[in-house]
């Protein structure tokens, strides 16, 4: 039925995950019963890093779409496409995925358009089904089709909510930024940096958390500490790598970066 | 008595008093001291120089006192400019006087500025302003100690003569006839002046007097006498250092963002109480700090660089060291201390805060280590002085500071053990304590109990006076009354604009009271915010409720209209569509084009809250009063709007009769539901009585001139209009309503929301049908978003 390479989708290496719960064991729970996971969270908490890490364990392909604004049905599903003498069906990444078995990961799924989210709904209950309307098919998804959607409920605005008929669907888990020691634990294995050094650093970005309402809609992320870290790792000097990779990001609001640069001061002195 | 009647024994001094060609008594008496200190500082040049400025000064007619007044200040004013500079030769030959050095080889520089000087009298002499010529001498000498340099003094007396120019009256353009009234106040203050401000704050400072009294001759004396509020006030802005109001935010963030704390920041004036220097200190009400820190300069040790602490760095040791405190300490009970005791247990705490401070941020050391002071070993004598204090800064230091390099074996042993007591944890308050009173039995002397006290060095200023650090058992007279209720008070001054007058509608004449209610306005005064979101926080399921209702209200400003046949734009994925159909076969849709629609709420509300007395009493069973009942339905729906985006203002008001009603302003259309503002609905106070329709209508002057579709005034009141000098009940009732049906020609739409069970009385014949009486006020912050959203829907 398909010419698919399935192993293209396959993820080849381990990423490295540190599990904060069991999430691990309940993903495959979940799994298991090929119920659809919702995974919510702020941003760079390692939502992608978590279903990349799964679809390893497991040894399915992952297709991963980052969704925008500007994304129609028919870029999930597929569509003709126009050739020389006719047209041609192209099977969207949603299409593919239940064609093949894989594990269909939908980023940011909120910043899509109220109006696309619904076709997932067939594929996310018992029918497990996917029709295509306009070439007149109707797809019978793999066994080993699973839907994995994410967002992150902080920053979006009212307008972009899920509707609750979409939500019930999901099993969901709700990520957060690891505690203190955990997220050491994570910046030094993931770039071999130091367990005092990668201390320091998350004791910035908890600076930044804190400041969460006052003028930053979102703290510093466990992804930009692993920049920092690694640029660290690299040789830069600790202060320039987090003013680079941890206050020049996220901020240009002169009164925060002059608190985040003098934290960062006071922490490397 | 005559010169020739003086004889001087030593010819020099002859010479020297016929230089001077004086007859004035009060110079004879005083002219060999005065010239035994000119000589020490003065070369044979710059003397010469000297005695015959005197003497021109001496003959211009103005008395004795500038002379005098020259003779005196003008060695202290070329020892002052003199000594600032690095490099006299380099500075004698760039004088105006040449290549010769004088004869003592001092720097000239003094010198140099006399031709200046001489030349700025003159000018005076012949302008109406000689009379300022006196205290302009008589200040000279400070001043010049304040500016350490030719250039910066000849920068002074530019300003000088620039204020003098521009003030000198002159009526009708007639020739300049009226002294300037501002300059001798100008030339007294000049000292003081100096020591807050910086030549070019001195300089806008006069600029601002100059141009705002130009024509005002007794308001020109207050200001630059330093007697009136705005002269106080520019001061306070024009200061060198680091300026609380600049740093208020990034105060703010540290406290959140480094300590995961926040409090009401309050700064204290430390321009205008030279006495009783206050100290740092925090209590229920908020931290309380200086409103200026000017750069602390901490000379270098031989061989290294000087170290530098930014007056920002200086307020975030003095917070730090009170986020110490908060976390980590416990009140101890005084009474049964001897205040020595007390004074130590305080030293040592200080330091057990600060190490502990140090290990959560490593940078704060550096910090507290340049601002504590470095109490010399032995520079204290405990024979005459009581050396307690200098024992113990000396021991703080020690305690924070590894390599403080005291010898004093007992220091050294407690400074052992004080950190084998924190090695294992943060200890707590009453452990070091122990250790601060052992510390003190250990080293007692009589001489503590001198009067003499030794001070020197051992002020540590970042710290605060520690007064959350004691309780006392019994009652004694060392407390306050801190933390008393704050009352308003009748003829408190509230900061804002004069006042506007506003006519009242009078039901038994038909007529209107002309200019009959004053209203003065405001920024309502500023609490802590952080109540406000922990009242919102509390009411998190209703916001979520709301947020769906608001979800359906929220306007999308352009919309996109889809499948139209005719439109503005070609709807790309529709023509494929098309196309597609067409090439396969099929009819395609001709509905290709898409247009915009603009879809907006163009809505101006406004809400109005009456503070008055009544607010106090409690709601209910519930327990809270009907003012933070109030204070959380206002949060919610100011959050609401917010999200919504609509312009939205606040003010609340109350009156005091007729010629007091105030109108705060809590939020304006053009801020958002920030900090600020709810640092000011935090802070929302109830009292007096209610003049309805004068605050009305002043709503109605702010809402009126919004650009918007509909206008709306929400009124959220808990009883009927009234005032105490309106005795007939009526009256203000009536007034109300004539207020509504003006606002109503005015397109406002007028909304009252009455707490009162009683107003079905009243309230009718206010605002007609646009009403709503919420009889169960413990629901009140749920009603009012749903009724606001209700009435924009």
Redesign the interface.
Do not use: A, E, F, S
């Given at each position: 039925m398909s010419s698919t390479d399935k192993e293209q989708y396959k993820v080849r290496k381990e990423p490295y995950y540190q599990a904060q719960g069991n999430e691990v064991a309940l993903f495959e729970a979940a799994y298991r019963n090929r119920l659809p996971v919702m995974v919510k969270g702020p941003t760079g908490c390692g939502k992608s890093r978590f279903v990349e890490h799964m679809a390893w364990k497991l040894g399915k392909p992952l297709i991963t779409v980052a969704c925008n604004e500007d994304m129609t049905a028919s870029d999930l599903v597929g569509r003709y496409l126009l050739e020389a003498n006719g047209t041609r069906w192209l099977d969207g990444p949603l299409t593919t995925a239940a064609r093949i078995g894989a594990i269909c990961y939908l980023d940011e799924i909120v910043e899509a358009r109220q109006d696309t989210t619904v076709v997932i709904h067939p594929l996310t209950d018992h029918r497990r089904t996917l029709p295509l309307d306009k070439k007149g098919e109707l797809i019978e998804a793999h066994p080993d089709f699973q839907l994995v959607i994410s967002y992150n409920p902080g920053y979006q605005s009212l307008m972009k909510d899920l509707k609750q008929s979409t939500k019930q669907r999901f099993t969901a888990f709700d990520f957060d930024y690891p505690d203190a020691a955990l997220e050491t634990t994570i910046l030094a294995k993931e770039t071999g940096l130091d367990e005092a050094l990668a201390g320091k650093l998350v004791k910035i970005g908890q600076t930044a958390r804190n400041l969460k309402g006052h003028g930053l809609d979102e703290g510093i992320s466990t992804r930009l500490l692993v920049y920092a870290a690694t640029l660290i790792k690299d040789g830069v000097n600790p202060v320039e790598a987090c003013q680079m990779s941890l206050v020049r990001p996220i901020t240009d609001d002169a009164d925060i970066r002059e608190t985040l640069d003098h934290a960062i001061d006071a922490t490397f002195a | 008595m005559t010169s020739a009647e003086t004889e001087y024994q030593h010819p020099l001094m002859k010479a020297y008093w016929a230089q001077l060609d004086t007859r004035f008594k009060q110079v004879e008496d005083v002219f060999e001291d005065l010239m035994a200190e000119a000589l020490a500082i003065l070369g044979r040049e710059e003397l010469h120089h000297y005695l015959d400025a005197a003497r021109i000064i001496g003959k211009l007619g103005r008395g004795v006192e500038p002379m005098l007044a020259f003779l005196e200040e003008w060695p202290s004013v070329v020892k002052a400019l003199g000594e600032a500079r690095t490099a006299p030769l380099l500075a004698s030959l760039a004088s105006p006087q040449g290549g010769a050095l004088p004869a003592s080889g001092r720097p000239v520089d003094g010198e140099a500025v006399l031709p200046d000087v001489m030349a700025f009298i003159m000018k005076m002499q012949k302008s109406p302003n000689g009379k300022a010529i006196t205290p302009f001498l008589q200040t000279l000498a400070p001043v010049a100690r304040k500016l350490l340099s030719r250039e910066q003094m000849a920068i002074y007396l530019e300003i000088a003569r620039d204020l003098m120019d521009r003030t000198t009256g002159s009526v009708h353009g007639h020739h300049t006839t009226f002294p300037s009234p501002g300059l001798p106040w100008f030339y007294a203050q000049a000292p003081f002046l100096l020591s807050q401000l910086t030549l070019a704050g001195l300089k806008n400072w006069v600029d601002y007097g100059v141009a705002n009294y130009r024509h005002h001759p007794e308001r020109q004396e207050d200001y630059f006498n330093l007697q009136s509020a705005d002269s106080k006030a520019v001061l306070q802005r024009e200061r060198h250092g680091t300026l609380f109001a600049d740093v208020e935010?990034?105060l703010?963030?540290?406290l959140?963002?480094?300590w995961?704390d926040s409090d009401h920041l309050v700064p204290y004036s430390t321009a205008f109480d030279e006495l009783r220097k206050p100290v740092p200190y925090y209590d229920k009400l908020g931290m309380r700090i200086p409103d200026v820190y000017d750069d602390f300069l901490l000379p270098a040790r031989p061989g290294g660089e000087d170290t530098r602490i930014s007056g920002?760095?200086r307020y975030?040791a003095t917070l730090a060291h009170m986020v110490g405190h908060r976390r980590w300490t416990t009140a101890q009970v005084a009474d049964n201390w001897s205040p020595f005791q007390r004074m130590a247990v305080e030293f040592f705490e200080d330091c057990r805060v600060e190490t502990l401070l140090c290990r959560e941020?490593?940078?704060?050391?550096?910090i507290f280590l340049a601002l504590h002071p470095q109490p010399r070993e032995g520079a204290c004598d405990p024979e005459t002085t009581s050396c307690l204090r200098h024992r113990l800064a000396m021991l703080s230091r020690a305690l924070l500071d590894p390599e403080h390099g005291y010898q004093d074996p007992t220091l050294n042993d407690y400074a052992a053990r004080f950190h084998a007591l924190l090695a294992g944890g943060p200890a707590d308050t009453a452990a070091v304590a122990d250790l601060a009173l052992s510390y003190v039995a250990r080293t007692r002397r009589q001489s503590d109990q001198f009067a003499k006290v030794w001070f020197e060095d051992t002020v540590v200023d970042y710290r605060d006076d520690n007064r959350q650090m004691w309780k006392f058992i019994e009652e004694g007279d060392e407390e306050d009354a801190f933390d008393e209720k704050r009352k308003i008070e009748p003829g408190e001054e509230l900061e804002g604009l004069p006042p506007r007058h506003y006519p009242e509608w009078d039901y038994k004449s038909q007529t209107y009271r002309p200019d009959w209610a004053s209203v003065y306005e405001g920024l309502h005064p500023r609490g802590n915010g952080n109540h406000i979101d922990k009242l919102l926080l509390k009411h998190a399921a209703l916001a979520k409720r709301l947020?769906r209702l608001?979800?359906l209200l929220?306007p999308?400003d352009k919309v996109r209209i889809r499948f139209q046949e005719e439109g503005s734009e070609l709807d790309l994925?529709v023509a494929?569509r098309s196309?597609?159909d067409f090439?396969?076969g099929a009819t395609p849709d001709p509905r290709i084009n898409m247009s915009h629609r603009t879809d907006g709420r163009d809505i101006a509300v406004m809400l109005l809250l009456d503070l008055s007395e009544s607010l106090n009493e409690q709601a209910g069973s519930s327990g809270q009063t009907i003012l933070e009942l109030s204070q959380e339905a206002v949060s919610l729906l100011a959050w609401a709007v917010e999200?919504l985006g609509d312009p939205f203002a606040i003010a609340g008001f109350h009156s005091n009769t007729r010629h007091d009603v105030r109108y705060l302003h809590v939020k304006g259309f053009s801020e958002h539901w920030d900090?600020e503002v709810k640092s000011r609905l935090a802070a929302m106070e109830a009292g007096w009585s209610t003049r309805m329709g004068a605050a009305m209508r002043h709503a109605a002057h702010y809402l009126g001139a919004r650009k918007a579709d509909k206008k709306l005034l929400l009124i959220l009141t808990d009883g009927q209009p009234s005032d105490v000098d309106s005795q007939d009940e009526r009256l203000l009732i009536e007034d109300a309503r004539q207020a509504v049906k003006e606002l109503d020609q005015e397109s406002i739409f007028t909304y009252c929301i009455s707490l009162d069970p009683k107003a079905d009385e009243y309230v009718n014949d206010i605002f007609g049908r646009q009403y709503t009486v919420i009889d169960n006020i413990q629901r009140l912050p749920e009603k009012l978003p749903e009724l606001f959203l209700a009435l924009t829907k």
């Open positions: - | 935010r990034k703010d963030l540290y959140r963002g480094l995961n920002l760095d975030r941020y490593p940078g704060l050391k550096r947020k608001l979800d929220k999308q994925d494929i196309l597609i090439k396969g999200q900090d």
